[in-house]
């Protein structure tokens, strides 16, 4: 059993290692306490998967803490993933292969349990009312609002990877551009850039119009209602044309494509963003909204097969796990 004074010991081992390096006798005392306290760990990470317990997201609210606390609730959910993430960087060598699958196969259900967490009761019916497809009403109102924020990690993300030495774009093309928080945030980014935004959502050009009171003002920000299945833009006109969480509403996703290929001028940037595609299992939550708005979801291999089909090149498919995020780029 590893007790206070152990772990003390433990530490004061660390800390001598580091100031003045350890005789061979603390070395080996170093290793056994080592050796312990994994072992310690490991049961202990043990008994917790035995007694886990995942819950489907419509029971959450009405499940009671097991006797052990471990059933998987709203309240303790995220603790249990900090948990389990916490333990595998620095541990993972010391389990079993065994143990290392059922750890990966636990924090993966943890992990789609914790996204189905994150949209909360009260945004699915947001979401539900509102029409992320094409917003209207107050509800729509207040999903574009709380997009602005949500969607900010996932923006600044995928604008990483457009090399700023190589891409000075002068005019760019924001499609689905819901709330114009990605407007703005491109705005500030090339402030000497026209930004163009297109959403076929009075709703969403209203707010556009209203985020971006200054840009607009200067005549550096343009907002035009339409879809991107026809685009009211000339040949050969965008630097760089983005779109952050809209593809799934497009109809006929690979005519939307060509018409972005055809506004993009030669060597011109598309950018493609998202936090759902078709590899990903959905969550209960996630799966409601898709089907309520015939979400088409593309998997990776559709992306690259569809944007190889319009004749794009350089085509990059950038990940990232929990939070799941999509950005698929490519040139013209
Ligand atoms: C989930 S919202 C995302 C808004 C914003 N890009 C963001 O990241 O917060 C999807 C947006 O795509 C727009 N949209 C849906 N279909 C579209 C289409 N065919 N052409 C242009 N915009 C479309 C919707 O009106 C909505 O504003």
């Given at each position: 059993m590893i007790t206070k004074d152990k772990l003390d010991r433990i530490n004061e081992l660390a800390k001598k290692k580091k100031e003045e390096g350890l005789t061979e006798e603390e070395q080996q005392e170093r290793k056994a306490l080592h050796e312990e306290y994994i072992g310690n760990v490991r049961n202990s990470l043990k008994a917790q998967l035995d007694s886990i317990k995942i819950v489907p997201a419509e029971e959450v609210e009405q499940v009671k803490p097991s006797k052990n606390g471990n059933n998987i609730t709203k309240e303790n959910i995220q603790d249990a993933v900090a948990q389990v993430s916490q333990f595998l960087?620095?541990?993972?060598?010391?389990?079993t292969d065994e143990e290392k699958e059922r750890v990966a196969f636990i924090s993966d259900k943890l992990g789609k349990e914790f996204r189905n967490q994150q949209i909360s009761d009260e945004q699915l019916s947001q979401v539900l009312t509102g029409n992320p497809s094409n917003p209207t009403g107050q509800a729509g109102d207040e999903m574009l609002s709380r997009m602005n924020n949500s969607h900010k990690g996932l923006t600044d993300w995928a604008l990483t990877f457009l090399k700023d030495e190589n891409i000075k774009p002068s005019t760019i093309l924001d499609i689905g551009?819901?709330?114009?928080a990605a407007i703005k945030n491109l705005h500030e980014r090339y402030p000497k850039a026209t930004i163009y935004g297109i959403d076929v959502s009075d709703l969403a050009i209203q707010k556009t119009i209203e985020f971006n009171q200054k840009g607009v003002t200067e005549d550096k920000v343009r907002v035009t209602k339409g879809s991107v299945e026809n685009l009211p833009y000339g040949d050969d006109f965008f630097d760089l044309v983005v779109s952050i969480?809209?593809?799934?509403?497009?109809?006929?996703f690979q005519n939307c494509l060509e018409q972005i290929k055809r506004v993009l001028k030669p060597n011109g940037t598309c950018m493609i963003v998202a936090e759902l595609y078709g590899d990903l299992e959905l969550t209960y939550k996630e799966n409601l909204i898709a089907q309520k708005f015939n979400q088409n979801l593309l998997t990776k291999k559709e992306f690259k097969d569809s944007f190889e089909k319009a004749g794009f090149k350089n085509i990059r498919i950038y990940t990232e796990d929990n939070p799941n995020w999509i950005c698929v780029e490519a040139q013209k």
């Open positions: 960087p620095n541990e993972n060598e010391e389990l551009c819901g709330g114009g969480e809209s593809y799934y509403f497009w109809p006929r």
